[in-house]
């Protein structure tokens, strides 16, 4: 008669456990691939919560299995804690996943590489910090949980607990900056101030707001670098945010020209030139003078895009266009400097009946000054040196 109770009966019971929970498994894959079929977010859920959900389904069937075959009675507690400690990691795990995923579908639903992507760009901020933040609280939920399945936890859990006004007090004062950066970042999402995507100008560089989480932001520079900010910064320092609420954007280009330009036949070649790209959204063009003192002439053109990274490049392609035409078409434009050489003119003559007068100063003027100039321009007379004795 075979004894459950024993060592092969534990083995037994596993191998059984093994293949229920494998029939389990496959049984929920093909209807999640069935269901798949008709819509896509069962294959994405399948793919996101595969492996806990398998480890969950594994250890819940295993655990009764094995705990009602253990031989040993003195093993049956340390196995039972490393199985409830497994499950309940499972669970986290599962519990993340899934709702990472329900976060990330409502993502999906909200593109931003499409103009006019304000409310997409507001959604994705916002659901990816509640994404975060929901997750770190399952796994603070979770890790809690773990550690009070140990009885010495849980005395030290009640202790704390009794006098959790002054725990709370020393760990706001310890944690005083990371709590400050968690509630900022919370602050940046729902109050709309950034999104991810937005254009925004700090610390004097130009970038994309590539991440923000609960205590930083990523800022991606235009040339590839990458700027990590403390979220407090974005509460507490002033910065541009070009993307506040619209895309759209307008743009200047500036030259300094000879006097000789044409504005109205610079403003047909813009014209042309505008016309034959697609980085120009059509909203304005706008060419004037805005200063011409000295020997310049300042001409501003305004263009309009859609967003700013096609606004840089609708500006390099106009000033490019229109030098290459000022120096084709029009070299008479091209900034000068003229220099103009007259002869020395006579001083001029006062009116007739006008009495000259001579200066009067400290040596001129008069003649107290005359003998004053007299005694510093007149010869002085040296002492002569006693004539050497040459001995006779």
Not at 188 to 196: G, K, Q, Y
Request: glycine share 6%.
């Amino acid at each position: 008669m075979f004894v459950w109770q024993s060592w092969w009966g534990v083995a037994a019971a596993a191998g059984i456990a093994l293949v229920t929970a494998s029939v389990v498994i496959v049984v929920v894959s093909v209807g999640f691939r069935m269901a798949a079929k008709r819509r896509e977010w069962p294959g994405a859920l399948a793919g996101n919560a595969r492996h806990p959900f398998r480890a969950l389904v594994l250890l819940t069937i295993l655990w009764p299995a094995v705990a009602a075959t253990l031989p040993v009675e003195d093993l049956r507690a340390p196995i039972d804690q490393v199985f409830r400690i497994a499950v309940i990691a499972a669970s986290t795990w599962l519990v993340a996943a899934v709702l990472s995923f329900v976060f990330g579908l409502g993502q999906a639903r909200y593109r931003i590489d499409v103009p006019n992507n304000k409310v997409a760009r507001r959604m994705q901020t916002q659901l990816a910090l509640v994404r975060r933040l929901a997750v770190a609280v399952v796994v603070i939920v979770g890790g809690a949980s773990i550690l009070l399945t140990f009885p010495a936890v849980q005395v030290v859990g009640a202790s704390v607990l009794a006098s959790a006004g002054v725990v709370s007090i020393v760990a706001g004062l310890a944690a005083q900056s990371v709590l400050g950066n968690v509630f900022a970042g919370i602050q940046l999402a729902f109050s709309d101030a950034i999104r991810v995507d937005d254009v925004v100008i700090v610390e004097g560089e130009w970038g994309r707001i590539e991440e923000i989480t609960l205590t930083y932001v990523v800022v991606g520079i235009w040339d590839d670098r990458r700027m990590v900010l403390p979220s407090t910064y974005f509460t507490s320092t002033p910065f541009q945010n070009w993307t506040r609420n619209t895309s759209e954007l307008l743009g200047s280009v500036e030259f300094d020209l000879d006097w000789w330009v044409s504005p109205a036949v610079m403003r047909t070649e813009l014209e042309r030139v505008l016309a034959g790209t697609d980085l120009w959204d059509g909203r304005a063009q706008v060419l004037q003078v805005t200063d011409a003192v000295g020997g310049y002439v300042r001409v501003r053109i305004l263009v309009t895009a859609i967003d700013a990274p096609t606004l840089f490049d609708l500006r390099c392609l106009v000033r490019e266009q229109m030098v290459e035409w000022i120096l084709a078409q029009n070299p008479s434009a091209i900034p000068r400097s003229r220099v103009q050489l007259v002869e020395q003119e006579p001083r001029p003559k006062p009116p007739s009946g006008t009495p000259v007068t001579e200066p009067v100063g400290l040596f001129s003027g008069s003649a107290e000054a005359e003998q004053r100039a007299s005694l510093f321009t007149s010869s002085i007379t040296l002492p002569q040196p006693d004539e050497p004795d040459d001995g006779r």
